[in-house]
């Protein structure tokens, strides 16, 4: 994923990107598909899941200035994590309404993306699935070049001797 931030300099013009004092929009770009979506979240909770736009977001709504949020990557991933983010936290994620589950074809892409935008919660979640699920995972058509080395030990970690053995690849 590849996200820019650009201050607009507190200056609302047609291309403002706050709808409203604490609500945040986020413009998602996926190249591949030719597809341009517009995601909203309140600014605190996207600094609260999403710890990477802390230093971009100020927690104080009044003396911020207007963020113009970018991200290119796969709207798909996105979509998921963002519903994700506006999840019901009073519920066990298993039994949230309208979450998408993990799957062998999508979860090394939101590992991927949840390590970069520093959401913690989820890249345990992520890793506990790769863990329980690495053979389906392996036989799925997915890119794992990009999952950093200090994730891939997480993974490796988890796993007995008995465990590799039975890996099928």
């Known amino acids: 994923a590849v996200v820019s931030t650009q201050s607009t300099g507190g200056k609302r013009s047609k291309k403002t990107r706050s709808t409203a004092q604490?609500?945040?929009?986020?413009?998602?770009?996926?190249?591949?598909?030719?597809?341009?979506?517009?995601?909203?979240?309140?600014?605190?909770l996207l600094v609260e899941e999403m710890k990477y736009f802390a230093e971009y977001l100020a927690t104080d709504v009044k003396h911020c200035e207007e963020v113009d949020i970018s991200v290119h990557c796969d709207v798909q991933i996105f979509d998921w994590?963002?519903?994700?983010?506006?999840?019901?936290?009073?519920?066990?994620?298993?039994?949230?309404?309208?979450?998408?589950k993990l799957e062998p074809n999508n979860v090394i892409s939101i590992l991927i993306s949840s390590d970069f935008l520093k959401m913690d919660a989820l890249v345990r979640i992520c890793i506990e699935y790769c863990h329980k699920h690495i053979s389906e995972i392996i036989s799925a058509p997915c890119n794992m070049n990009c999952i950093s080395g200090q994730i891939l030990t997480e993974i490796a970690q988890l796993f007995t001797l008995q465990e590799l053995e039975v890996i099928k690849d």
């Open 22 to 44: 604490n609500t945040i929009v986020i413009h998602v770009c996926d190249e591949s598909k030719k597809i341009n979506q517009d995601f909203h979240c309140s600014r605190d």
């Open 81 to 100: 994590l963002m519903r994700y983010v506006q999840r019901d936290k009073s519920v066990p994620l298993s039994q949230c309404q309208n979450m998408p």
